[in-house]
């Protein structure tokens, strides 16, 4: 394919369908307030996307949220199906195919509370990472924020020369008529085979071959995307903090709740050494070295502004929380950068109680704390980071924007289970509650679509999944082997649809998903 309009990036194949709740708004304003800063929320809002993939994202954020939707990817094809799916469920979301120049360029854009980007600053060249700023100082609302995500150093030192490997093969010996996943398979067998000649490289570098076998068993159009592009610009923190000064955008925190737990990431020398750092900025480069940070997920705000403790604690015993998944499936152990830690039963098993109790309908941190009344509030909200952390819990945004958007969601989410009738691709529905999407499988879809129709059992939704399944010659997998009839299929998918009633059903209805 021709590099006229692509500036180097791989777009010979697609990206992946998939889910980022990193670009929530209601999920960035939490992770704000977490680390007492305030942010902008209202009614009226306008928020943006830049390089938006196959636009899942900005399609279930511009349902589940108040306000409008603006965003760019400039790979035609995902741009075609991101306004296909937003034109199918009549969303007002203005979705384009501009370059960064090109969006630039416009003048009908409005000022925005947030411009998120994920996975798009390392892979792009520098000139785009300034037009990238530019977008922001020209188009940012003071006191909006900025969510950027990235590569970074030190942790990516070792395997960055792996990288270039795989897009130096793909630049000068890819074949014309070879396919984007031979011309990946070919990348890999080389690199494979160079290390294997013993290289000094591959002695100064531990378990290099283990990575490299790691990112043979990943999703090939993951792989084109992470590894592929000519541009691939990995920053240390500082670098990326300097970059974006020009629009007056301050770092504030990360996008990762498990972050404001220290002993998951650090290990007690760690948090002596960063406490005599003064300056926040040094003391979260440091950071980076000690957990060997390698991808980032960051915030920035244009005029940051602090709370008083007082504001941040009333604003923290006011936001609800929902349970995604069953007590007894959330994990009993996290990891960290520090290494495993239990979930302490003492601590845990009263705030999921709590969390389940009434329906598992979203509960404030006041009402949490009050139902856990032998723990601290702290612990509590500590309890609550951590499993948000582990995607077991969401924050949510208020009951008044949930009823605002609960239309609009349901109209996407029919239009979502629709397409389950066909397709795999897209295993996530919008809730009105989290503002965010909601991991839903595509046999889960096609038993919501039964209980649609007034199916009440879960062996007419295994029936109903059965008979579109059958039709289009797909079988079920148990143990690793294909399902051969229709009765060892039609069994199996009862099994999963009476787990699906027992379990997850109750969610999604706390989630006013069903």
């Known amino acids: 394919m021709s590099d006229t309009w692509n500036e180097g990036y791989f777009t010979d194949e697609g990206y992946t369908y998939s889910y ?24 009226e809002s306008y928020h943006c996307e830049l390089g938006f993939g196959q636009g899942v994202s900005i399609n279930i954020h511009a349902a589940a949220n108040p306000g409008s939707y603006v965003g760019t ?25 501009d370059s960064f120049a090109q969006l630039l360029a416009r003048n009908d854009l409005p000022q925005f509370d947030s411009i998120s980007l994920h996975g798009i600053w390392t892979w792009v060249s520098r000139d785009n ?74 002695s100064s570098v531990p378990n290099l071959d283990a990575k490299l076998q790691s990112i043979k068993g990943q999703n090939r159009q993951y792989i084109a995307h992470e590894y592929f592009n000519r541009s691939w610009d990995c920053m240390y923190f500082t670098d990326v903090v300097d970059a ?34 003064e300056h926040p900025i040094m003391r979260e480069q440091a950071r980076d070295y000690f957990v060997n940070q390698s991808f980032r997920r960051d915030l920035y705000v244009r005029g940051a502004t602090r709370l008083s403790t007082a504001e941040q604690r009333q604003a923290l015993f006011n936001t609800r929380f929902i349970l995604l998944q069953a007590p007894e499936s959330v994990p009993v152990h996290v990891r960290g950068p520090a290494g495993e830690a239990s979930l302490q039963t003492e601590i845990y098993g009263p705030v999921l109680e709590a969390l389940t109790a009434n329906n598992y309908t979203p509960k404030t941190l006041r009402q949490l704390s009050a139902a856990a009344s032998s723990l601290a509030s702290d612990d509590v909200l500590q309890a609550l980071n951590v499993l948000i952390g582990m995607n077991a819990v969401a924050p949510c945004q208020s009951e008044a924007a949930e009823k605002g958007v609960q239309a609009r969601c349901n109209d996407l989410n029919l239009e979502l289970c629709k397409r389950s009738l066909l397709s795999d691709k897209i295993q996530v529905l919008a809730s009105p509650v989290t503002g965010g999407g909601i991991t839903v499988s595509r046999f889960e879809q096609l038993f919501l679509i039964a209980i649609k129709h007034g199916q009440e059992h879960p062996a007419e939704w295994a029936q109903l999944a059965w008979a579109i399944l059958g039709e289009q010659g797909e079988v079920l997998v148990r143990d690793g082997a294909p399902l051969a009839s229709a009765e060892e299929n039609i069994a199996e998918l009862t099994l999963s649809a009476q787990v699906f009633a027992s379990n997850k ?8 998903i069903v």
């Open 129 to 202: 990472q300034q037009l990238i700023v530019e977008f922001a100082r020209r188009h940012l609302k003071p006191g909006g924020m900025l969510y950027v995500s990235y590569n970074c150093f030190p942790g990516w030192s070792p395997a960055a020369p792996l990288r270039n490997l795989f897009s130096l093969h793909d630049r000068f010996t890819k074949s014309a008529s070879a396919g984007p996943d031979q011309r990946i398979d070919a990348a890999l067998q080389f690199s494979e085979a160079l290390l294997a000649a013993n290289p000094n490289y591959a």
């Open 505 to 512: 059903l109750v969610i999604l209805r706390a989630l006013n």
């Open 73 to 97: 990817d400039f790979t035609p094809s995902q741009a075609a199906f991101a306004s296909t799916l937003a034109s199918d469920w009549n969303s007002d979301a203005r979705l384009y195919d």
């Open 20 to 43: 980022s709740r990193e670009i929530n708004p209601v999920f960035q304003r939490y992770c704000l307030l977490l680390r007492g800063f305030a942010s902008l929320e209202s009614s």
């Open 244 to 277: 974006m000064a020009p629009a007056k955008l301050d770092y504030v925190t990360t996008a990762v709740p498990l972050d404001a737990v220290d002993p998951l990431n650090l290990r007690p020398e760690g948090m002596d050494f960063l406490e005599g750092i």
